[in-house]
């Protein structure tokens, strides 16, 4: 393992614009998780599925309209036009799936009063038949998607190259992002999430329908996942069956590192690791780059163990 | 009562199931008619079937069913029976898998192990049952320096190979400036130092992945960025089709226009699929080997028919691997020692090339060969020319 500093300098541009390309997409994969956790203190292990359906939806809709990994990269109206279809899609199945994997995973639990360690069994146990599931009718193999963005530089500042992939993932996780929080902190419903994730019981007393604010949360998350699974399409161009795998834990790594419960949190949390694995790739080797992320968790949480911003989704600021 | 009753009936049935299997077992071969070409053995493929890398396993395994069924064909259904194990193309299962393999004692001879990964933790298990193997396609050269008497490779190895794709790069791609990578694993990460040792300075940098389908996420933005930076315009891959193919389509993503250079591991279709056919156009791989296509005899016909699709690489040689084995045991080394000195002595003339075998399992130099092949339009790999042995 040789350390290469010379080379972070010499790239630091364009490795901090791959990183901030990651951590858009960590950013908004770990809404779904800190939603889900602040409200339920639960541990969506199907989440990472939830945003691999989303991929799988995406193409599809993209291979119905006649777009597949070989189709020539279509010009701007065309290919935003293709990329809101794409964003659309993804975000109804990936919304849909993550309904469904609540009404059916956890719901009989909740039921029941069943202990946490059900739910995590239970989740694990989701994520796996979803994953599993899915590499039976894909044969385990890749699945291209068609490249909608041209890799056209819009500013150049010496071998850093600013292209519209970057401005467009960094700007999708802000609006999003910016949608969400305003949807949470403006909105009744959004009161209802920030009532049942203070004092679940409470909230029943004050009429707020329990039922129907952990089905939001769920949707919300999904919906987040959705178009976090089109923006991996256009940064990494496949998917596979266990596209969610690795992804889902960093991104619940960033969650945790930027305060789990805290939606602003997820999006500094993601940010941050997605430039961590940047430089830490360029300087120790890509092999190293998922360790440096964890490295980075463990150090944080030595300090400051409730994550960055720390507070959680149901208290004073939120 | 009750409990008398359900010991009885258990008791019973297991008992019947025993009888059963025992009958089953004893089941002798039905061809004992057939003995003039000794029939009633097994031959086994051994290597990648599913994982990401499996089309390489696959197309030995065809190749060398179509032998055996020709075989069959000549000297009565069933004569050789082609046994198959899959070892998933990894170093982990590939030894677990052996010791079935090595159960049983009808299997006289090995068609692989077809990856350098795989031969290095399954080889030693066949060494001590004594095998002979045939791997038409493992070139990692350090598995002939092992000892093993059972070990014999039926094209050239990486020493022959590296050189011949770095002086491809240097004088046919007329590249200045080199980056070379590898995923880690004994073949890819053999072949790319070789190739790193032939190109000296003209490398401006290196880098390194996880094994092939083992890359999180399947993000390889560090390496490309890192390879767009250096200005390298070519790019040297050690490693499998998979993950060369996710390179290619993230480089050209990001702008590169330079050429990607892979060896036999890259050598299929699935890299044109994994990088989008545009992407791929123009990149070059090499193989010890000639095309599938210019195989003599009516090979190229007859694996079109039986199985639907072209022959890939090394299809080949394992078609003339199979057929090596099936000579020897037709002419009565029924045995795994007489079949192994059979082997070991042979001098044979396939569709695809001659084999002789040195000493120490290696291809007769004489006879090696290695070819640069190019990624059309269509995202198939053509034949591009006969890069001469130099060295």
Request: charged fraction near 15%; include cysteine; glycine fraction near 12%.
């Amino acid at each position: 393992m040789c350390v290469n500093f010379s080379g972070l300098l010499h790239n630091f541009g364009p490795d901090t614009l791959s990183g901030l390309q990651k951590g858009s997409i960590v950013a908004l994969f770990a809404l779904g998780y800190t939603l889900v956790y602040g409200v339920l203190r639960l541990i969506n292990f199907a989440h990472s599925e939830v945003f691999m359906v989303g991929t799988f939806a995406a193409i599809g809709v993209w291979g119905v309209l006649g777009y597949d990994n070989n189709t020539k990269t279509p010009g701007f109206l065309l290919a935003t036009g293709m990329i809101l279809v794409g964003i659309l899609a993804a975000m109804v199945a990936s919304g849909a799936t993550a309904m469904i994997v609540e009404l059916v995973a956890y719901r009989p639990l909740r039921r029941r009063n069943a202990p946490p360690l059900a739910f995590l069994i239970t989740a694990i146990g989701a994520s796996l038949t979803l994953s599993e599931g899915f590499g039976v009718f894909t044969h385990h193999d890749q699945k291209g998607a068609p490249r909608l963005v041209a890799p056209t530089d819009l500013v150049v500042f010496g071998n850093t190259h600013i292209r519209i992939l970057d401005l467009l993932l960094l700007g999708l996780a802000l609006v999003m992002m910016f949608a969400l929080d305003l949807f949470v902190n403006r909105t009744r419903m959004g009161r209802g999430i920030r009532a049942v994730a203070q004092s679940p019981d409470s909230a029943a007393l004050m009429g707020v329908n329990k039922n129907r604010v952990i089905a939001l949360v769920f949707l919300l998350g999904g919906l987040m996942a959705g178009v976090a699974a089109v923006m991996y399409l256009m940064k990494i161009g496949n998917t596979r069956y266990d596209a969610g795998f690795t992804l889902g834990i960093e991104s619940f790594t960033a969650a945790v590192l930027g305060g789990i419960g805290n939606l602003r949190g997820a999006l500094l949390g993601g940010l941050v690791l997605g430039l961590a694995e940047a430089y830490g790739g360029e300087v120790f080797g890509t092999p190293w780059q998922t360790v440096v992320s964890f490295v980075l968790l463990v150090a944080v949480l030595m300090f400051r163990p409730t994550g960055i911003l720390g507070e959680a989704l149901g208290r004073a600021r939120a | 009562m009750r409990q008398g009753l359900a010991r009885a009936l258990g008791g019973a049935s297991i008992l019947g199931l025993l009888v059963a299997g025992a009958a089953a077992c004893n089941s002798t071969n039905n061809n004992a008619g057939n003995n003039s070409a000794n029939c009633g053995y097994k031959i086994a493929f051994f290597g990648a079937l599913t994982g990401s890398a499996a089309n390489l396993g696959v197309n030995i395994e065809q190749g060398a069913e179509l032998a055996v069924d020709q075989f069959n064909d000549k000297n009565g259904a069933n004569c050789v029976t082609l046994a198959k194990f899959d070892s998933q193309g990894s170093g982990d299962v590939a030894p677990g898998v052996a010791r079935e393999l090595v159960k049983d004692t009808k299997i006289l001879g090995i068609i692989g192990p077809a990856f350098s990964g795989e031969s290095e933790s399954a080889d030693p298990i066949f060494e001590e049952a004594g095998i002979p193997t045939i791997s038409p396609s493992a070139t990692r050269p350090s598995l002939a320096s092992n000892g093993w008497k059972v070990f014999h490779r039926a094209v050239a190895n990486d020493d022959f190979q590296g050189p011949a794709a770095a002086s491809y790069m240097k004088d046919v791609l007329k590249a200045t400036k080199i980056y070379v990578a590898d995923d880690q694993s004994a073949y890819g990460a053999g072949l790319a130092d070789v190739v790193k040792s032939k190109l000296g300075n003209l490398v401006v940098g290196t880098d390194k992945t996880e094994a092939d389908g083992k890359q999180p996420n399947n993000d390889f933005s560090v390496l490309v960025n890192k390879i767009v930076a250096s200005g390298a315009d070519a790019f040297f891959y050690g490693g499998y089709y998979t993950n060369a193919g996710l390179i290619q389509n993230q480089l050209t993503a990001a702008g590169w226009k330079g050429i990607q250079v892979g060896g036999d591991g890259v050598n299929d279709p699935g890299y044109a699929e994994a990088a989008g056919k545009a992407a791929a156009e123009g990149d070059i791989v090499t193989c010890p080997c000639s095309a599938a296509k210019a195989a003599t005899g009516t090979f190229v016909a007859d694996y079109k028919t039986k199985w639907g699709v072209d022959a890939g690489v090394y299809s080949d040689v394992a078609f003339d691997a199979a057929n090596i084995f099936m000579n020897g045991i037709a002419a009565g080394n029924t045995s795994t020692d007489k079949l192994l000195t059979y082997v070991s002595g042979v001098n044979y003339t396939g569709v695809a090339n001659t084999y002789k075998f040195t000493a120490t399992g290696e291809l007769d130099p004489s006879l090696v060969k290695v070819w640069s092949f190019k990624f059309d339009a269509d995202g198939v790999a053509q034949p591009d020319q006969n890069i001469p042995m130099s060295s």
